[in-house]
Structures are given as structure tokens and as C-alpha cells.
């Protein structure tokens, strides 16, 4: 676009680079990949005070240009002008932690030696003050040769200068021939621009007393866990009933208007039903973000990383294994892209075979169903949530199942030699909650795309294999069970029935293969179309599969809870797989023993439930 001023941000990693992202362009990001290569590529805009438009590139954080994973080598080619797409930066904003230049300015050096204009940032000034480090900015300017200003990325003022330092155009080009980024030069710019007080981060030393002890560390991250995962059922409450009553209501109008039966069946019965069932449980998965996004913020998950670093050690994964395993949280397809910062080959593809364990958010709908049909709302010990604790333990259960199978792939290893972890602790902070709103929106869009398109199209898709053929004249079974989908599910239940499924479970484990939680969409379109009555359909799905005479029982919602803790139902995960490793036997390993892993678990659960509960 003309005039249109295009710079991209650079720093290390916890220098505060995508809050200084977040704070100039708000909600006015795009994400998307670079070409060839599956690494993000963030971009948003904002306009100056003159009404210039601003394009902001936010790079993948590295320590250095000399790249050992793909991220910094897309940052390094960036900085090189080597991708086409983003050979013509006007500027490049070098970010770094203002409470630790010695680390930081290492990398404004390699950049310097490119000859690129650049805007040096001091961020997180605040915590400097704080902590009673001077920086002669003007020095600091001197000895580099570029333009030097402050910044507070956690809230709006603390970008100004920034802003108006754009509006200038203040970027400028060093002398690269006297600039060298070794750990001596560095050291030298440190003691000249530096004045640190004889006191240290009081704060971080203490809470790192505890955090980080090998006792109370682990209490605190147990306790965490419990709160997060009470908070995801009791919070979510109130906005659920919200979001059930808005769907009935529209199921209605929509009805009322739509006479012809086909097209009523279509719009009610596939569409609204099969969208509503999916989208109620939205809460609780912004709740879920809501505190790892927190956690994040104020620096604690490295901290976590620390802490559980010698847990993994010994059961034979890396501890550069946190970060892509954490990832797979949310899902395993960026977890196992993520291994690519795993240097060891061998710790990589045992990272990539139990990131599938983790509990993605995929899985939240289908976990917080069954929960709700089959767990009373209990309160233990008059104020935890008894569906919570099930939520916890199913979240556990993967977490324990990833560490003993790599424990069991670390037996068939020759070389059972380990690497160390290596990373940065940052300083502790309060989190800044306009990156963490963002994050929120971010992440409630992408789970209502998923809605909107894959369950979308999904959800009509089994609309027509649930409604066609349709029955003779003189039929005595409800119309879906002469349709595709219906001789389908009646077709592959015996293999399931030693664990508990109905045939309408067989029929929504199908399409739960292209993204997990279409399987409540799944279950709500079967059910709506299978005869079910009106009322229970209005009451939502929850009430239905836990009616008396719907065929299902605790030990059914048990199995099926179980299933999803290891079942293989995401083909993009495995597509996923096969890219990262170039191998088809990965992948048919990696089916085939999540397959035998869910069945198995979920045949015992099922026999034993029987036993207790008939």
C-alpha cells in the first residue's frame, strides 16, 4: 500500500516484544503462516497521529541470528531480506528487557551488523525503576549508533514515545564496521550505560522460595490445577444457560418460519441443534485460556518448565519437551510443530508420540457433557466441585499416560544419554491484561471458525447420511435407522459394545475424526433426528443421554470419557505427524497403539462401572 510504513519487531524471547505488539495494534491482527513453512506469521496495523498507516511484522523471539530451530531461522531470513514477501521492512524495532541488557543486547548487535535502520526499545522500564537500575538512554544511543527511547509495553502511555518516535521516523542505520556482538563488547556497553543499585528483585527471590521449591513448588502447581479446573465448571454456568436459552429460542423462530419438513429438519434439527451444542461450551474454554494466558503473563509457566524439568528427565523425555507438550494443551498439531526446537532427534520423536496425550481444548465439549450427564454436581468437603476433580483427573490421566510411554519408548533406546534445560526465568510482573483480552478474542474466534466451518459442514453432512435413504411406508423403526448413517452405526457397534457404545455413539465417532469435539455436535444432530422426544431435545443433550431409556448408563459415559483420553480422532494431527517426520510408519505407530491404549482403558472402565454402578 502507498505510504504505507512497514516495520517488524525482534527481541528475546520474554522481553515483552508481543505486548508491545498487542498495545499498538489492539484487536487489528492477522495470523497466518509463512510461505513453505508452517511457523506463524503475525501481523497487524494501526494508524499514527498524522493518520499514516502503520504494518507491524511480529517476528518469532530468538537470542540470536545464528538459528537453531525453524522459528529463528524465519526471524534470521526476515532480518536478511531473504523472504520475498518481507524483503522490504522500513524498520526494524529491536525490544529488549530493560532489567537485563546483558543478555538482550547481544542480538540488537547482529542486527546492527546487518545495516538495517533500527529503533532500539527499552522496555519494562517501570521494573527497572523498580529496581533501581539507571540506563543512560543517551549513552546507551551513543555507543550503538541508533536511536534509543523507554517504554512500558503493559499499558497504553507506556507506548507513546514509541508512537511519536514512529511519527519521526526516528530509525537509523549504524556504523556496522565498529560493532561486534561478542559477550566482551557487550559486557563493556553494560558497565558504561548501567548503574545497578546494591539490591536485588526482592519480589522474584521470594515467590521463587516457593515456586520453585521441590515441595511447595509442586503443592502450588497441584493447587493451581485445582483451581483452574473448578473455576472451568462453576464459572461457566451461568453463561452456558445463556448461550442454551439464545440457541432454543432461535431453533424456535427459525422453526416457526421454515414449513416445508425437509428444509425444517435441515435448519433445526442439523444446523442450529448441531452448532448450539457445540458453542454452549465456549465458556468454559476462554475460561480455561483465561488462566494460562495469566500464568504466562506474570512468568510463571517457565517456572512450572523448571519445576517439572527433572520429573521428565527421568522418564526419558527432554526438558525442552515442556514447552511443546504445554502447546499441545491447546492442540497437538502447533505442540508437535513446536518440537522442531528439540535439536536431539531422538527426544523429538518422543515428544511428537505422547503430545497427542495432552489434553487438548478439543476435548473440553466432549469432557464437559459427560461430566455434566454422568458426575453429580457434588461439593467435597463443602467447597470443591466433585465434576471439577473429574475434570482434573482426566487432564492428569493424559499427563501420567504421556510420561509412561516415554518411559517405556526410553527402554527400546540405545543411547540413553540426556540434555539438559536451558532456558530464561523472567522476572515476575502483573499481567497485562489488554494481551491477555486479545488472547481471549484470539482464541474465541478460532474456536468459532471451527464452528462455523468444519462442524458446520460437518454437521450437514451428517444431517443427509441421517436422513437419507428415507424409510418405506409401512417402516416400525424410527426414520434414521434406515439412513446411512443409521446402518452404518448399527453396522460397526458390536466391535464397540464390549465398551459400552450405542450405535449413535458409533455414528458420531466418525466425523469426530476431522476435530474432536464434532462428536457433540454429532450426537446432538442423531438424537435430534432419531425419534427423541421434543422435550428432552429442548432441555439440551445434557439431559437427554442421561434420560432413563436414552441406552446410555454411567459405565457408557465413563468408557466414553476415557476414550477421548487417548483415541486417535484427529486426522490433522496425524497429517501433522507425517509431515514432522517424514515417516507413514510414525504415523501408523501412533494410531495404532492410541487406538489399543482408548480401547483397552476404556473396556476395563466399562466392566468395572458395570460391576458398581449396573
Known sequence: MSGELRIALIGNPNCGKTSVFNQLTGTRQKVG??????????????????????????????????????????????????????????????????????????????????????????????????????????????????????????????????????????????????????????????????????????????????????????????????????????????????????????????????????????????????????????????????????????????????????????????????????????????????????????????????????????????????????????QVFGFLSLQGLVLLALYMAGIVSALIVASIIKLFRKDKSQYSLLMELPSYRLPNLKSVAIGLLDRGKIFLKRVGGIIFALSILLWFLSTFPQPPENATMPAIDYSFAGQLGHFIQPLFAPIGFTWQICVALIPAMAAREVVVAALGTVYALSGADDDAVAQGLTHLISSPGSGWSVATGLSLLVWFIYAPHCISTLATVRRETGSWKMVAFMTIYLFGLAYFSAFLTYQIASHYFG
Not at 549513552?139 to 517504554?151: A, D, M, P, Q
Not at 433445526?268 to 485460556?289: K, M, W
Open 33 to 378: 503462516n509463512y510461505a513453505g513453512v508452517t511457523v506463524e506469521r503475525k501481523v497487524g496495523f494501526f494508524n499514527l497521529p498524522s493518520g499514516d498507516r502503520v504494518r507491524v511484522l511480529d517476528l518469532p523471539g530468538t537470542y540470536s541470528l545464528n538459528a537453531t530451530s525453524l522459528d529463528e531461522a524465519v526471524t534470521r531470513d526476515v532480518c536478511l531480506g531473504k523472504i520475498e514477501e518481507e524483503a522490504q521492512q522500513d524498520a526494524f524495532l529491536c525490544i529488549v528487557d530493560a532489567t537485563n541488557l546483558s543478555l538482550h543486547l547481544g542480538l540488537v548487535l547482529e542486527v546492527i551488523q546487518l545495516g538495517r535502520p533500527i529503533l532500539l526499545v527499552l522496555n519494562m522500564m517501570d521494573e527497572a525503576r523498580r529496581r533501581g537500575i539507571q540506563i543512560n538512554a543517551q549513552k546507551l544511543s551513543e555507543r550503538l549508533g541508533v536511536t534509543v527511547i523507554e517504554s512500558v509495553a503493559k499499558n497504553t502511555a507506556g507506548v507513546e514515545t514509541l508512537v511519536k518516535a514512529l511519527e519521526q521516523k526516528r530509525f537509523s542505520v549504524a556504523d556496522s564496521t565498529r560493532s561486534t556482538a561478542s559477550h566482551q563488547h557487550v559486557q563493556s556497553i553494560v558497565n558504561d550505560v548501567v548503574i545497578y543499585a546494591d539490591q536485588e528483585d526482592k519480589r522474584t527471590e521470594v515467590l521463587d522460595r516457593i515456586f520453585l521449591h521441590p515441595v511447595l513448588g509442586l503443592i502450588t502447581l497441584t493447587l493451581l490445577m485445582f483451581v483452574v479446573f473448578q473455576a472451568v465448571f462453576t464459572w461457566a454456568e451461568p453463561f452456558k444457560a445463556v448461550i442454551e436459552g439464545v440457541f432454543e429460542w432461535v431453533g424456535g423462530q427459525a422453526g416457526a418460519f421454515i414449513t416445508h419438513p425437509m428444509l425444517h429438519s435441515l435448519v433445526v434439527d442439523g444446523i442450529i441443534t448441531g452448532a448450539g451444542s457445540v458453542v454452549v461450551f465456549l465458556p468454559q474454554i476462554l475460561i480455561l485460556f483465561f488462566f494460562i494466558l495469566i500464568l504466562e503473563e506474570t512468568g510463571y509457566l517457565p517456572r512450572a518448565a523448571f519445576l517439572l524439568d527433572k520429573l521428565m528427565y527421568k522418564a526419558g523425555l527432554s526438558g525442552r519437551a515442556f514447552i511443546p507438550l504445554l502447546s499441545s494443551f491447546a492442540c497437538a498439531v502447533p505442540g508437535i510443530m513446536a518440537t522442531r526446537s528439540i535439536s536431539d532427534s531422538r527426544d523429538r520423536l518422543a515428544t511428537i508420540l505422547v503430545a497427542p496425550l495432552m489434553t487438548c481444548s478439543a476435548r473440553l465439549p466432549v469432557y464437559a457433557l459427560l461430566i455434566s450427564a454422568f458426575i453429580p454436581n457434588h
